[in-house]
């Protein structure tokens, strides 16, 4: 099992920053996929980014080029670093685990205001 939390959500404005931090339980190294999704009132949960365990990476097309996502193994944690923000960005942010199952934190809240 894994466990995971998030923290770093906030409120920011249109054209800003801010870097969400998904710890795990465990160690990562192994982990086959972590990643973000992002949940949006009334819509339904959709992927940002995922990190392999070799350390390839996918982006939803919406953040290429905005957002990275990476991991710092010794500390358990991956990361998402959002830059150049949009009103459309605003939405609960999941961390992701797949190994031997499917495991999700309890979510962070990203707010861009226009």
């Known amino acids: 099992q894994v466990q995971l939390a998030e923290s770093g959500g906030g409120l920011v404005q249109a054209g800003g920053s801010l870097r969400l931090s998904c710890a795990a339980s465990r160690s990562i190294f192994s982990i086959t996929v972590m990643g973000w999704y992002r949940q949006a009132p009334g819509k339904q949960r959709d992927l940002v980014a995922t990190i392999r365990a070799g350390g390839s990476t996918n982006y939803a097309d919406s953040v290429k080029g905005r957002f990275t996502i990476s991991r710092d193994i010794a500390q358990n944690t991956i990361y998402l670093q959002m830059n150049s923000l949009k009103p459309e960005d605003t939405a609960v942010y999941y961390c992701?685990?797949?190994?031997?199952?499917?495991?999700w934190g309890q979510g962070t809240q990203v707010t861009v205001s226009s």
């Open positions: 992701n685990a797949q190994h031997y199952g499917t495991y």
